[in-house]
């Protein structure tokens, strides 16, 4: 079974640039998440999708980040404009439900440099 | 707002050893429970889940749920130098899996 395939692997733009993250969940799975993870910090959830639909986008940063899931597969997070701070790794993750008993599989992540 | 709290070490304990990691959280409404384990330069993997209070055994590791304490661990028996990188543990409280900061286990040989 194919995991969660994330791109680019790596990125690096100057600060008030734009940049766009793709992700393509595990078939079957309904449930995916982006997350953002900062050296040294446990993962901090940005939004998570039940199909195409939002489910929980409270700690996204809305005036720069924005998220879709079309169609209720592939995902993509943008950053419009980056700044320093959002120089991070954006892991996504998927699970077949969003209820009790499911885990969550993590794709290789996106490593972000902002210059 | 759910808090997921983690002691952010560094532990150490020697080769053979057992390893005890321990998190708490604070929304009573969490059913599910996660460890994952990160390597350096690396993305979570999931290497326990629980959801009932109790024990769960799988290999040299185990989970240890107390939902009235707010309590979860992670026990490795008989650590290796391969054991070392950082734990992180998850909560799903009831759907949105939010992580507590990782701590980092070094097994010395």
């Known amino acids: 079974e194919a995991g969660v395939a994330q791109s680019p692997r790596y990125k690096i733009i100057e600060k008030r640039q734009s940049v766009a993250f793709w992700c393509n969940p595990i078939s079957g799975h309904a449930t995916l998440y982006w997350y953002q993870q900062i050296l040294g910090q446990g993962p901090k959830l940005l939004i998570q999708f039940q199909n195409n639909g939002v489910v929980d986008d409270s700690q996204l940063p809305k005036d720069r980040f924005s998220a879709e899931r079309l169609k209720g597969v592939d995902s993509t997070l943008k950053i419009q404009p980056a700044k320093l701070e959002d120089s991070a790794v954006y892991l996504c993750?998927?699970?077949?439900?969003?209820?009790?008993?499911?885990?969550?599989?993590f794709g290789q992540g996106t490593r972000l440099t902002v210059v | 707002q759910k808090e997921v709290e983690q002691n952010s070490g560094p532990l150490s304990v020697p080769e053979g050893a057992i390893a005890s990691l321990n998190c708490t959280y604070s929304d009573r409404g969490s059913q599910s429970f996660f460890w994952y384990r990160q390597y350096s330069g690396k993305s979570p993997e999931l290497i326990m889940s629980i959801y009932s209070n109790g024990d769960k055994e799988d290999g040299r590791f185990t989970a240890q749920l107390n939902k009235a304490s707010q309590y979860v661990s992670l026990l490795i028996r008989d650590s290796q130098p391969s054991d070392s990188a950082t734990y992180l543990c998850?909560?799903?409280?009831?759907?949105?899996?939010?992580f507590g900061a990782g701590t980092r286990l070094t097994v010395k040989p």
């Open positions: 993750a998927s699970s077949y439900l969003q209820g009790r008993g499911t885990e969550a599989f």
């Open positions: 998850a909560v799903k409280a009831p759907y949105d899996m939010r």
